[in-house]
């Protein structure tokens, strides 16, 4: 199944039922699916007016304790990033996707990684966090959204699924989880009824529930921030993902890489391996909370350089020079204008590194 | 004087007791008499109105007392409601509240209408008024 | 003695943050009684704009969120698709409806979304301290229109009320006034139709209030409604403009 489709699907499976988004490539099949799919179970379809429309609208249904999700590309979610902010200051949960494209401006529609630091780093205004998963195969893309869901329920925090262009267009084989029962869904539904927006059922107590990131007074707001600080440490500690690939003593190349660019990194490694040449790959699947002690723990005994790899000018790069703190060098090598690399070129550019030897 | 007045058709206009003055159409099928049990003239049915109708005027003036109050709590002497009352009975207290405003207040209630003009326009829903 | 007029249940007991005189409070109060007279503060929500009605979410005694600037008929879009059992409602001024939301109102209004709009236009940027607003009289002097609005380099005022009649979708639109108790009192009849076709799942309602800012107009608050009568009720008449419930198209 593609992608975008299949990360739409496992999102309706998951309870899902309010979606707002505005078409863009390269999403628009997500955006088409749900159309098509969200009438049929009850839910809310709509195209906004915009990405800026949209975002709000989810701010509207998070708001209302209901799972909600919307998705757009690069220049799309730019548009949101207020949204997000207002999101993340009021504490609502919901889902966000971004099928990455080439940037800066309106770019192309190719696949790109150039929104690891809007995602991770900020984007919106203020400090505040987003739980931040990066898929490589269509099958994860699809986990995800559900993974997302739970997430943004449990810690009342917006989540972004980081995929790009080429997960959101290639079709591959996938499993989808068991779909929720219309029980499971109601329940869902009623899960945040202690702070939300919603009907008054206990006879006439009148209960006074504000959805609100204003907090005029300063100190009353250092509060709220160092709330929401408290809340993202419990998730640094309980939420980091990484996988590692052909990791062992014999490394002498460390590789870390995300999302699509993992998977050309790792066929690379596997032509290097059969060459005899032991080259490791370290994958985030959380960009944010970045599991920068896994990858200081990969760097093995005989690693002589950490390489990043990925489809922008450095953007994880950062996180890596900080994870390995100055104890091997740090390499880089990227591409961009929606260009995905090649195993071959990668390849080049790792045997290049045994070659100075 | 008053045992008179209980015993005169006037105070038994409007009730269902029969009078022992008039004749009693009810029990007769065949003639029922005229509408409205027909025990009573015209000029009866009008003075009583004319009497209930004074009764009730004075009963609600001496239980009555049309007032508006301002709460200095959330007036913002804006002059709103002084411009408004049609009496003019409202003014600036000397008094200040706690944000310092010149709260407004009523000088004359007994004037007061109750025609709520005072509590229509104000903008802080400070304003109570009472009939 | 009964009590005849007092301070709604639906509003909270939290001081209004106006300036004294600024009407958004008669406003705020023509909305909380007829949420009250209709019985629905159990599934009320509202959504708060950016500008000087921003606390309005400390105001009202139900559920409210507030919204980012302009975005408000989005945020009661996505409210009431999530939870349609409740009744919705945005509250918005000048730069927030007209300005930086215009797509919002627009579209929401265009959508027919059962959720009611009161727009209050009082021709300035209240909170940020006395801007142009896009309703702002021509040659009215404010801060960024220091000269006056030159209806040649930045166009003439925009009448809301009769740019959303242009649409099929919406029920009922108004525009009323709030320049004396004998115009509240129409605006009154307004905000309970309003509130009434909310309730009853019409669609789309939309009342605009012609109203002052003493402040930054920097006239007192009893003048300011003769200031606003002169120069505004022309330009913004008050009307009808749209009543389906009552065949007004």
């Known amino acids: 199944m593609k992608g975008n489709e299949a990360v739409a699907e496992a999102a309706i499976r998951s309870g899902c039922r309010h979606y707002f988004a505005y078409p863009i490539t390269p999403q628009s099949e997500l955006i088409e699916y749900m159309a098509k799919m969200m009438p049929k179970v009850g839910g809310t379809f709509l195209q906004a007016e915009s990405e800026v429309a949209a975002i709000n609208m989810v701010y509207g249904a998070a708001g209302a ?293 | 004087m008053l045992s008179w007045w209980s015993k005169t058709s006037f105070a038994n206009l409007g009730t269902r007791k029969p009078s022992s003055l008039k004749p009693d159409f009810s029990s007769d099928p065949k003639n029922p008499g005229p509408a409205g049990g027909g025990r009573n003239s015209l000029t009866e049915i009008t003075c009583f109105r004319l009497y209930r109708s004074i009764r009730k005027l004075l009963w609600k003036r001496s239980t009555a007392m049309p007032r508006m109050t301002v709460d200095p709590y959330y007036c913002k002497g804006c002059g709103l409601c002084i411009a408004a009352c049609p009496k003019k009975i409202i003014r600036f207290s000397e008094d200040i509240n706690a944000k310092g405003y010149h709260y407004a207040e009523c000088f004359k209630q007994d004037e007061c209408i109750a025609c709520k003009m005072c509590y229509m326009t104000c903008p802080d829903v400070a304003i109570t008024v009472e009939k | 003695m009964e009590v005849i007029a007092n301070r709604p249940e639906t509003l909270t007991k939290t001081p209004f943050t106006y300036c004294p005189g600024c009407l958004h409070g008669v406003a705020h109060r023509l909305i909380a009684e007829a949420i009250d007279e209709h019985g629905l503060i159990n599934s009320m929500a509202g959504v708060a704009p950016v500008g000087c009605s921003v606390f309005a979410y400390k105001f009202f005694n139900f559920d409210m969120a507030e919204a980012a600037h302009g975005r408000a008929p989005a945020v009661a879009t996505g409210m009431k698709r999530a939870r349609p059992d409740m009744h919705v409602f945005t509250y918005q001024g000048d730069g927030d409806l007209a300005a930086i939301g215009t797509a919002e109102i627009v579209h929401a209004a265009n959508r027919g979304e059962h959720i009611s709009v009161f727009f209050v236009n009082n021709a300035i940027y209240g909170m940020t ?51 004396s108790p004998a115009e509240i009192i129409k605006a009154k009849k307004a905000v309970d139709k309003a509130i009434r076709y909310n309730k009853e799942g019409r669609g789309f309602t939309f009342i605009e209030f012609v109203s002052t800012c003493p402040t930054n107009w920097g006239i007192d608050p009893v003048k300011s409604r003769d200031w606003a009568r002169e120069n505004m009720l022309p330009f913004f008449k008050p009307g009808v403009f749209r009543d389906k419930g009552e065949g007004v198209e």
């Open chain 1, 65 to 357: 304790g209901k799972r909600v999700m919307t998705s757009s590309s690069s220049p799309g979610i730019s548009l949101k990033m207020e949204g997000i902010s207002y999101i993340a200051g009021a504490e609502l949960p919901a889902v966000l996707v971004n099928v990455q494209r080439g940037g800066p401006g309106l770019g192309d529609i190719q696949p790109a990684q150039g929104d690891y630091f809007q995602a991770t780093k900020g984007g919106g205004h203020g400090d505040y966090r987003l739980i931040v998963l990066a898929p490589s195969s269509v099958q994860e893309f699809a986990d995800m959204a559900s993974e997302a869901f739970d997430l943004a329920d449990k810690y009342r925090n917006p989540v972004m699924i980081l995929a790009d262009g080429m997960l959101g267009q290639m079709m591959e084989p996938v499993e989808f989880r068991e779909a929720k029962t219309q029980a499971e869904i109601d329940a869902l539904g009623k899960q945040h009824n202690s702070w939300c927006i919603c009907p008054n059922e206990d006879g006439d107590r009148k209960h006074h529930h504000e959805i609100n990131s204003l907090e005029i007074d300063p100190a009353m707001l250092e509060k709220h921030v160092e709330k929401l600080y408290e809340k993202y440490a419990v998730i640094e500690k309980n939420e980091i993902q990484y996988d590692t690939y052909n990791l062992s003593d014999a490394n002498e190349v460390l590789c870390v890489a995300w999302g699509t660019a993992s998977r050309v990194v790792k066929s690379a490694i596997n032509e290097l391996t059969a060459a005899g040449k032991s080259v490791g790959l370290i994958r985030p699947i959380t960009c944010w909370p970045y599991p920068y002690e896994a990858v200081a723990a990969a760097i093995g005994p005989k690693v002589k350089e950490v390489y990043v790899f990925e489809l922008n000018t450095g953007q994880m790069l950062d996180d890596v020079k900080i994870a390995v703190n100055g104890k091997v060098p740090v390499k880089f090598w990227g591409k961009v204008g929606g260009i995905v690399f090649t195993p071959a070129e990668i390849q080049a550019k790792l045997e290049a590194c045994f070659d100075k030897e």
């Open chain 3, 129 to 179: 301290g006395g801007q142009m607003a896009p309703t702002t009289l021509p040659e009215m002097k404010t801060t960024t229109s220091p000269y006056g609005r030159n209806v040649d380099d930045i166009g003439h005022p925009i009448r809301v009320c009769e740019l959303l009649a242009t649409l099929v979708a919406p029920y009922y639109i108004e525009r009323v006034s709030l320049l």
